[in-house]
């Protein structure tokens, strides 16, 4: 494993963090696409905040003598079957897809990272924890979501501790992967040599150089999240419906697309639009960072 | 070879193991009473209880895990709660919709997305590959449900050339069958046809830069028989990985994609039973898919040998 072929550069290049935000910086720039990600992104975390005083109503707010409007001056976006603003629902729904996605993005990363660690420098662990992992992502993520959900009460908590499960397996992966190459990097085994510790180790040698690819996986967890999130409020499992979220508009509105189809188009072009730039976004970042790494599914 | 098929599907073991051992004990790791959520607010502590000694929650952990393998090796999967009849027999009846459902996507999104990628690729930077490179981002990006719906809006509601939703078996007429299977497959396959076509490209740029490609092409063959019969070729293990790990795509998209369409597939069956809280169905249903995700990435893993005679086990 330590022979070093001198003709193929190593396959995690160390960087200073320094010059690697710079590279970022100057790679997004380059990135006109990721560029717009990122400003669809602020636009949509804007609308999260200021959602009170963007000319919404309260999204709960049920008057049914004005059920089923179409789009208006008053109701932009109409109404739905029990009176209630389509545009209020949809600016607060913003609310929750931004905060699953980052939730689910930070637990994810933070929990994958640390088992990812210990797992690749702890090596008696490493054949367990990888066959639980195998295991883990066998389950497709929707199902594994959906099964953990059936077991547990409606919650917006419970919904992004399900989606960040599924997740965590990936995030193992990549960070054993990225920790077995550098451990075999020149600097690691001179640490190792002069009796540095492991959390010493890990903590100033490891660690920095997993931050950019985390960093990308990160963003495209986000984005999955999103959608999952979407998937299972849409299905009846997820965000509970006294929350109006992108998915739960969508399924309550599902027996109205012949009559009323405007209420699920609405929701559904400011998901995808979000889910979108953060893609573009991460599309841009990866470029930026380590070209080499693959697109996640 | 068949040493080898054999020691790999011996190793799909543990990890089936891992799974059904998870899937087992998240009714016992989950954090409040399992048989009280299943039961719903209206239950008294009598239906509570029924629940309870039903899925053996009433005994040992270790007890009730050795006898649910047992049964699990004997193809029992448990009871529906809320039907009383065995979970293989639901599976069993809405089997049909899901396998006609999934194989049409799957035949749509591969029999597009190789050769866009291979033009992709074959033209890389010009006006191909950048509609396919950004119809590929969007493909990641607009949720199943979404693209279904618009699709729905456009072609049934506006257009009225497709039904809005429903299935026809195929032995009631194979045309009935393929106009309720269009806008499902398509919704479904988008993503997935994203996911292929980027690694298509990726995988043929690769190979294309090769010099083998170069002697080919200045030996004088057509361009085409270059692109299919050596660069198709080399470039297609990266392709079938893909196309076997999107399964898990396909089989979370299906879930939903029956939800919209009204398809009355093994996806109707989970989504039903996850508003009644028939955890047993969930079980057996998330079982069966993973076992299926496994299978079919044991089958990609064999399959290499057919692309590139330079491995053999």
Known sequence: MAEANPASPPVVTPVNSGTAWRRLGAALRRHPTAIAGAVVLVLMVLVAVLAPWLGTVDPLTVSPVKRLKPPSAQYWFGTDMLGRDVYSRVIYGTRVSLTVGLAVALAATAIGLAIGLVTGFVRWLDAIVMRVMDGLMSIPSVLLAIALIALTKASLTNVIAAIAIAEIPRVVRLVRSLVLQLREQPYVEAAVASGTRVPMILLRHILPNTVAPLLVQATYICASAMITEAILSFIGAGTPPNIPSWGNIMAESRSLIQIAGTILLFPGIFLSLTVLSVNLLGDGMRDALDPRLARRL | ?313
């Open chain 2, 1 to 313: 070879m068949l040493g080898y098929a054999l020691r790999r599907l011996a190793a799909t073991i543990p990890v089936m193991g891992v799974v059904a051992l998870f899937v087992f004990s998240l009714l016992y790791l989950s954090p409040g009473d399992p048989a009280a959520v299943i039961a719903g607010d209206i239950a008294t502590e009598e239906d509570i209880a029924k629940i309870r000694a039903k899925l053996g929650l009433d005994q040992p952990y270790l007890v009730r895990f050795g006898t649910w393998l047992v049964s699990l090796s004997q193809g029992d999967l448990g009871t529906s709660i809320f039907t009383g009849l065995p979970v293989t027999t639901l599976i069993g009846q809405r089997l049909e919709p899901t396998l006609a459902l999934t194989l049409c996507t799957l035949i749509v999104a591969v029999a597009l997305a190789v050769p866009l990628g291979v033009l992709a690729a074959a033209r890389a930077g010009g006006w191909i590959d950048r509609v396919v490179m950004g119809v590929s981002v969007v493909g990641f990006s607009v949720p199943v449900f979404v693209l279904a719906y618009g699709l729905v809006l456009l072609f049934s509601i506006h257009l009225e050339w497709l039904p809005v939703q429903g299935y026809s078996p195929i032995r009631e007429g194979f045309w009935p069958f393929l106009r309720h299977m269009i806008l499902p497959s398509v919704a479904l396959g988008l993503t997935y046809m994203a996911l292929i076509a980027r690694i298509t490209r990726a995988s043929m740029l690769d190979v294309l830069s090769q010099d083998y490609v170069r002697t080919a092409h200045a030996k004088g063959l057509a361009p085409g028989t270059v692109l299919v019969r050596h660069a198709l070729k080399n470039a297609a293990v990266p392709i079938v990985t893909i196309i076997g790990i999107g399964i898990a795509l396909l089989i979370g998209g299906v879930v939903v994609t029956e939800t919209v369409f009204a398809i009355p597939g093994i996806g109707r069956l989970t989504v039903d039973a996850i508003l009644r809280r028939d955890y047993p169905i969930i079980q057996g249903v998330t079982l069966l898919f993973s076992a299926v995700y496994v299978l079919v990435n044991l089958l990609v893993d064999l399959s290499y040998v057919l692309f590139d005679p330079r491995i053999r086990y």
